[in-house]
Each structure stands twice: as structure tokens, then as C-alpha cells.
């Protein structure tokens, strides 16, 4: 199983920029899509967005659409949340996932592995 683990989290004013990280190891990187989450207190795991295991493939949330960016980099085993214009909403637990296979997913339950999660915080 895909050992990850999350970055870049923190403190982020309503209008700013973040940048999450997600460091894999113990698989074939490559050979898997990704994607990130997010959960809310008293909220369930939220589906935020995912890339295919080329990275020629991207899926946004219609709440981030347009703001964040998912990308990776199968070179470092990393991939990465580029969030702008950070909005109170955005406020969560932020998860990186890798998925059964290849191809972009929307579900928790396509997750194979977990990252044990950062904290995004977006002050008004």
C-alpha cells in the first residue's frame, strides 16, 4: 500500500494562495491516479479533485472550479492542490488519496490509501 503524506497546510486570509503537497512512497507512482479531499467538522469527506495517472486528465468540484489547480509530478512521486482565492468555505481537513487504478475518481471509497491530512484554515 501507497504510504502518503500531506504539506502545506496552515492560516490563509479570505482572497489568498495555498499550496498542498502529497509525497508518495512504497508504490509505482506513475501508475496511479490521485486526488484530494477534504472534510469539514461535522461534515462528510468531500470529493475536491483529481488527476489521472499521466496527469493528462483533471476533475474538479463545481466549488473549486476555477480556483484550484491539481497537478503532479511523477519525476519527485508528488502531487500537488494549488489553491487561490481561498474562500472561508474552503476551510477543512485536507486529504491526498491514491486511487485502485489509473483513471480519475470522484469517491472516497475509490481511495486505496490516505494521507493523514493537513489543516486549511481561511480567515474572513
Known amino acids: 500500500q501507497v504510504h502518503l503524506v500531506e504539506s502545506g497546510g496552515g492560516l490563509v486570509q479570505a482572497g489568498g494562495s495555498l499550496r498542498l503537497s502529497c509525497a508518495a512512497s512504497g508504490g509505482i507512482f506513475s501508475s496511479y491516479a490521485m486526488a484530494w479531499f477534504r472534510q469539514a467538522p461535522g461534515k462528510e469527506r468531500e470529493f475536491v479533485a483529481t488527476?489521472?495517472?499521466?496527469?493528462?486528465?483533471?476533475y474538479y468540484a463545481d466549488s473549486v472550479k476555477g480556483r484550484f489547480t491539481i497537478s503532479r509530478d511523477n519525476g519527485k512521486n508528488t502531487h500537488y492542490l494549488q489553491m487561490n482565492s481561498l474562500k472561508v468555505e474552503d476551510t477543512a481537513v485536507y486529504y491526498c488519496?491514491?486511487?485502485?487504478?489509473?483513471?480519475?475518481?470522484?469517491?472516497?471509497?475509490?481511495?486505496?490509501?490516505w494521507g493523514q491530512g493537513t489543516q486549511v484554515t481561511v480567515s474572513s
Open positions: 488527476i489521472n495517472w499521466s496527469g493528462g486528465r483533471t
Open positions: 488519496s491514491a486511487g485502485r487504478g489509473a483513471n480519475v475518481y470522484t469517491r472516497p471509497r475509490d481511495s486505496d490509501s
